[in-house]
């Protein structure tokens, strides 16, 4: 056991007996779900528009290096340059190459998990470049020195009275500033800061092939303006990001809007289609798309378990999940948590001993149930187990445990040799620990339920 599954071991135990965190996530959590039930009405067939939207992604790994080279060629056609990264180093190092080039002091940022992934922000401000999120959660969750909490609401976990707290603390609003004027007052901060800003750096929702463009989604404008201010704009996107065609998105756009927060449609989508024009009046004068691995390549060159770059982020396995509901996020010490996380984070460079998030699930099948783009998650699971075991997870403790666990589980009268005098002797002795602290204390009856039923049987 590594210090990584220690540590999940011991935060998973705390969290989920901390009551208050715990009707913190479900509270916000619940407010999603609610709207998601009703959302699913925007399609009259929800599951014939996942079945489409899933076989375009199947397509999409299929032919991921033409389509990435599709898009490398139409993207420099529209005067945009792309790079490529392999590590999270090479990402970083190009990021301050262009900002040394266009004399770089602030950088704006909208959302983007894939710079978590790399720990930008911190690279940024070791080579004083102030960099800052202009996505609401991200800004919260900055501002309180923490990581996201949810890939798509990245500060989930706090109550409104836990943000008021955090801005009087930081900025000096009022105690008890209610929502409305602690986003007013982070509107008129953020404002000042997209104008003095001369990088912007985005994520991307989608990267389209035919078009060479760059699709984004949010609810907040922060995006618009990340992208229209600044005089540079850096997109940094995970490859899996390919879709085929401009006109894909009007599937996937009502997808990730109704299967993550419920609406028909996020309050702004843009494409960006590469620099400014002569005779257009705002926009960036020069965009630079890096196109990031981190760890995507190994994923991909496994067969099965490559379904898992059909994700389009929209949070629905994590929404669902009775695991991440009653661990939360932190829990997971990844970038991607729930069901998604566990299954791909082994894989990535900034998690690879992670493994043991595979084995934290139910196996109740809800993620894959309302995965938009039908990942079988629930399956893949499985598969990560299987092949952790393979490569020698499994102690020889286990390995010896399973295997007669399986011996004496595949017959009953095996099973039944030992009588429930030593059974119950060896729970008290040897199983107690095992068996935790939290279940009721495990008896074993005189009798078991088979000799009962023939008892049944024959008095009849």
Known sequence: MNSREKKFKIDS??????????????????????????????????EKAKDTAGAIKDYVINNLDQLLTKFEKNAKENNMDVLWAKNADEVIKQVLAIAKRHDTKLVVKTKSMVSEEIELND????????????????????????????????????????????????????????????????????????VSADMGITGANFLLADTGSIALTENEGNGLLTMSWPKTMVVIAGFEKIIPSVSDLDLFWPLVSVMGTGQNMTAYNSIISGPKADDDTDGPEHVYVILFDGGRSTLFDEEEHNLALKCIRCGACLNYCPIYLNVGGYTYDTVYTGPIGSVISMYLDDSKDTGHLNFASSLCGKCTEVCPVKIPLHKLLLLNRKKLVEEGSAGFVEKAGMKY???????????????????NFGMKSFGKKAWGPRRAPLEFPNESFAKRWMKKDKGK
């Open 13 to 46: 135990e705390s969290v989920s007996f901390d009551l208050k965190k715990r009707k913190t996530i479900n509270h916000n959590i619940g407010k999603y779900t609610k709207a998601v039930e009703i959302g699913k009405n925007y399609f009259s067939d929800l």
């Open 123 to 194: 690279a940024l401000e070791q080579n004083k470049i102030r960099s800052l999120e202009t996505d609401l959660g991200e800004f919260i969750v900055q501002t309180a020195g923490e990581k996201p909490f949810h890939i798509l609401t990245p500060a989930m976990h706090k109550s409104k009275e836990d943000v008021a707290e955090l801005f009087h603390e930081k900025f000096g609003t009022k105690e008890d500033a209610g929502p409305e004027e602690l986003a007013h007052y982070v509107r008129n901060f953020l404002r000042e800061q997209f």
């Open 405 to 423: 666990y399986q011996k004496y589980m595949l017959k009953r009268s095996k099973l039944e040799r030992i009588g429930a005098g030593w059974k």
